[in-house]
């Protein structure tokens, strides 16, 4: 079946540190892999997108490249501010699912001033 | 547009006792979807209505739970008897279209806590 595994957390890092948050997948086919963000008491946000490999996501200075060579989706940001801490979630969705998503466990960023 | 609303966004219940949840989904969104969060693990996916119909409830974990959309508009998720297990977040997410390149719209969740 379909699976997401996402880096073990939290991540604590201080302002303007490079951030990675792993993410691998498995599913059959092609899916589209995506991340959502949740900032403290709001709602689950899409951060960024790719649906095809070797396309890259990009949105508030974050990136993550599709790679289905290594199933990998992993989100980096070059200099992280003290308003990115949230909860970070890899996610994926296959075309036979419709619009239904997979989700990772999520990952706890902390960014210090 | 109004987003995705979801009532109440904590709830505190004792195990044994029922709770209902309640999502309003974005006006004119047939799709409506119930995922949880349970103890920092990964949203999993209850289940999802077109309309007023169960199209897939695959997700939904055992016979206490019950979640209905009558009209085709709001949708509740009750949960009778709760166990100390079904602690965590609840979201709800809503879609115009069911199909693959249809954005969802997630609410807020509802925090549940059963003590």
């Known amino acids: 079946g379909n699976s997401v595994t996402q880096m073990e957390g939290p991540v604590t890092l201080s302002e303007e540190a490079f951030l990675t948050i792993n993410c691998t997948y498995t599913?059959?086919?092609?899916?589209?892999l995506f991340w959502y963000v949740q900032y403290p008491g709001e709602g689950l946000q899409l951060l960024l997108k790719?649906?095809?490999?070797?396309d890259k996501g990009s949105n508030k200075g974050f990136e993550a490249t599709y790679r289905k060579e290594t199933t990998s989706f992993h989100l980096e940001k070059g200099s992280v501010q003290v308003s990115d801490s949230a909860v970070y979630f890899c996610?994926?969705?296959?075309?036979?699912?419709?619009?239904?998503?997979?989700f990772g466990e999520g990952t706890q960023l902390t960014v210090n001033p | 547009e109004a987003g995705v609303t979801q009532f109440p966004s904590h709830s505190v219940i004792e195990k044994g006792q029922t709770v209902t949840l309640r999502c309003d989904p974005i006006?004119?969104?047939?799709?409506l979807y119930w995922y949880r969060r349970v103890m920092g693990k990964e949203i999993k996916f209850l289940l999802h209505?077109?309309?007023?119909?169960?199209?897939?409830e695959s997700g939904m974990p055992n016979n206490r739970f019950l979640a209905e959309r009558t009209g085709g508009t709001y949708s509740t998720l009750k949960v009778q008897p709760a166990e100390l297990e079904d602690s965590g977040v609840y979201f709800c997410?809503?879609?115009?279209?069911?199909?693959?390149?249809?954005?969802?719209?997630f609410g807020n969740g509802t925090r549940l806590t059963v003590t």
């Open positions: 997410a809503s879609s115009r279209k069911s199909s693959y390149n249809s954005p969802l719209h």
């Open positions: 599913a059959t086919g092609y899916p589209s």
């Open positions: 790719a649906t095809k490999a070797d």
């Open positions: 996610a994926l969705k296959r075309e036979t699912s419709g619009s239904r998503l997979t």
């Open positions: 006006s004119g969104h047939d799709n």
């Open positions: 209505f077109v309309k007023e119909s169960k199209q897939d």
